[in-house]
């Protein structure tokens, strides 16, 4: 079983940053794509950045220039430097990862539990 941890989230003032964490703990033959999304109040989640085990990297247009994902592959944890933050970033941010499980090669698709991230103006 392979199970994500998250941490990072709090309150912060518009303008300023923080850094969300998000290890996968198990069974890990390797991870392919890691990701992190966010659903605000009342929305839909939402694909914030992704990172391939390339590092290649994508971002949604509202966080271009002000987020940067990387990851460590020797932890297994993906980050998100989130720069210059506003109020519309306030949302619960959710990280995601999928690769293969040592026991089989079994294909597997995760979910951390979430972080809140609240900006202030």
């Known amino acids: 079983q392979v199970q994500l941890v998250e941490s990072g989230g709090g309150l912060v003032q518009a303008g300023g940053s923080l850094r969300l964490s998000c290890t996968a703990y198990g069974t890990i033959l390797r991870i392919d794509s890691m990701a992190w999304y ?3 109040p009342g929305k839909q989640r939402d694909l914030v950045a992704t990172i391939h085990s390339s590092n290649a990297t994508s971002y949604a247009d509202s966080v271009k220039g002000r987020f940067t994902i990387s990851r460590d592959n ?12 506003e109020p519309e970033d306030t949302a619960v941010y ?4 999928n690769g293969l499980r040592i026991v089989q090669s079994r294909y597997f698709e995760e979910w951390g539990q979430g ?7």
């Not at 020797?74 to 933050?85: A, E, I």
């Not at 972080?115 to 103006?121: A, G, H, N, P, R």
């Open 94 to 97: 959710y990280c995601n990862a």
């Open 74 to 85: 020797v932890k297994n944890t993906v980050y998100l430097q989130m720069n210059s933050l």
């Open 115 to 121: 972080t809140l991230v609240t900006v202030s103006s």
């Open 38 to 40: 966010r659903q605000a």
